[in-house]
């Protein structure tokens, strides 16, 4: 009988082991649904009462968008914020209208219509505010208030679209085109991808390294400490400790304010691909190297996020968290892009 | 004899002028204790509750960092000055004293997401 007992309790051994290694954390199910629940999408765009949609307004905005003609240096706003390149330009600096390069990197456009804060050291409020600013910024495309509505208000192929967004209009004003090319771009969403998937119930679509990462994300590492909510960003202004020279957000704000110095608004980690080049100033190439960075790569200084806590991963964990973030743009469904349009 | 008379007159006078300076100091005490509230707002995460309370101009603000990540709130008066609390480490309370009556603007220099108004009443 004791025989039997033992060798039931060998037998048991196996299955297990194999059972807790098909588990992926020390969390209670209740924890891990309340904690996926903070990733999940909204079900519709956000328009402020100011400038609500309307499609017309968004198929003006697109053509604005689009248009080289509004540049003095023959660009777009395209050419920096390529659909192709996740609306943004792939380029650790990107290149400006008279070849020089600049020290940031191009934002995505996508979920702009969530944003509190715009560019990275937050000067501008709202879209409106912001979507001008490219266009007459000499080093981008380069075109002065006065000869940007000159030159709109030349063009026939503008008459149609703007009556349609706005009635019969005598001239086509600057508060047009902010409100016609700021609804356009609250317009561009990140489409589901297998993250959304996963937090909707489909416990099959992030393999059990990648919700193991995902625990680390939220866990030992902090990451969500920043890179919070379904858009994997606070909005925040954070200094993470590298060692550009450029102070961000310090220069819009009071020199007391220690902790804007060197802060630089949070990106989003939707549709992060694998390639980099990565945070602000494109120089960190590989998320490998992100990681070292946040575990002891920081530049300790009095403006330093206390978001930025020292921590050390194991390997497993490390690489768990590697393949959750190299998971982020999986599997982009065509189409899941558009989504509601209002409050 | 008349001596004593004179010191008890002396010593009633100077009660009577302590009684006199004092009484209006300990109204006017009594109507600053009064005004001078103190209030709590809480943030969370990303937010800053709601005042469910009246605000008077001297009245004390206390901000309850209840989140789990800092925050640095600033107030923003009507005039356009500013006060900055500096960073509230989780856990952790910072208070200021309402300088001015008006709309005051509560705003996180870390989360610009989180706004917050005050509505000012003068002193009474």
């Not at chain 1, 495309?141 to 679209?161: H, K």
């Not at chain 1, 892009?337 to 409050?343: A, L, N, Q, R, V």
């Not at chain 2, 006199?20 to 509230?37: E, T």
Request: with cysteine; aromatic share 8%.
């Amino acid at each position: 009988m004791r025989w039997l007992w033992l060798t039931a309790f060998f037998v048991c051994i196996p299955s297990s082991a194999h059972r807790l290694a098909d588990t992926i954390a020390p969390m209670d199910a209740e924890s891990l649904a309340a904690l996926k629940k903070k990733y999940q999408r909204p079900e519709a765009i956000p328009f402020p009462s100011d400038n609500p949609y309307s499609r017309a307004k968004e198929e003006l905005g697109r053509k604005l968008f689009f248009d080289a003609r509004l540049s003095r240096a023959g660009r777009s706003c395209a050419s920096c914020h390529d659909p192709g390149k996740r609306w943004s330009d792939g380029l650790a600096q990107p290149v400006g209208s008279h070849e020089q390069e600049f020290p940031r990197k191009t934002p995505t456009l996508l979920n702009s219509a969530w944003l509190s804060a715009l560019m990275w050291d937050g000067r501008a409020d709202t879209l409106e505010q912001q979507s001008v600013m490219p266009i007459i910024a000499p080093h981008e495309m380069d075109m002065p208030v006065v000869q940007l509505l000159e030159r709109i208000n030349g063009l026939e192929d503008y008459r149609a679209p703007v009556t349609r967004a706005y009635g019969k209009v005598e001239t086509i004003t600057i508060t047009h085109i902010k409100q016609a090319l700021a609804t356009f771009e609250r317009t561009l969403v990140s489409p589901i991808t297998d993250l959304d998937r996963w937090v909707e119930g489909d416990a099959g679509a992030l393999s059990l390294d990648e919700q193991r990462g995902f625990l680390v994300y939220n866990g030992r590492a902090q990451c969500a400490a920043c890179h919070s909510t379904w858009r994997l960003t606070d909005d925040g202004f954070h200094d993470i400790g590298l060692a550009s020279a450029d102070r961000g957000r310090a220069a819009y704000t009071p020199p007391q304010v220690v902790g804007m110095q060197h802060a630089f608004k949070t990106p989003t980690l939707r549709e992060l691909n694998d390639r980099g080049p990565y945070m602000h100033d494109g120089s960190i190439s590989s998320l490998a190297d992100i990681i070292e960075h946040y575990e002891n790569g920081a530049i300790a200084r009095p403006s330093l996020s206390p978001e930025m806590k020292p921590f050390t991963l194991t390997d497993k964990e490390r690489s768990d968290l590697l393949a959750f973030l190299r998971a982020l743009g999986r599997n982009p469904a065509p189409g899941s892009e558009h989504m509601t349009k209002g409050e | 004899m008349k001596h004593d008379s004179n010191r008890r007159k002396v010593t009633a006078i100077m009660a009577f002028g302590a009684l006199a300076c004092a009484a209006p100091m300990l109204f006017v005490s009594r109507i600053a204790g009064a005004a001078a509230a103190e209030h709590v707002l809480t943030l969370n995460h990303h937010e800053l509750s709601e005042p469910d309370f009246n605000t008077t101009v001297g009245d004390r603000i206390r901000i309850v960092n209840g989140a789990d990540i800092a925050h640095s709130i600033y107030i923003t008066y009507e005039d356009g000055r500013i006060v900055s609390l500096d960073t509230q480490l989780p856990g952790t309370d910072k208070t200021f004293v309402v300088e001015s009556a008006g709309t005051v603007l509560l705003r996180c220099w870390i989360h610009p997401v989180i706004r917050q108004a005050l509505v000012v009443a003068p002193a009474k």
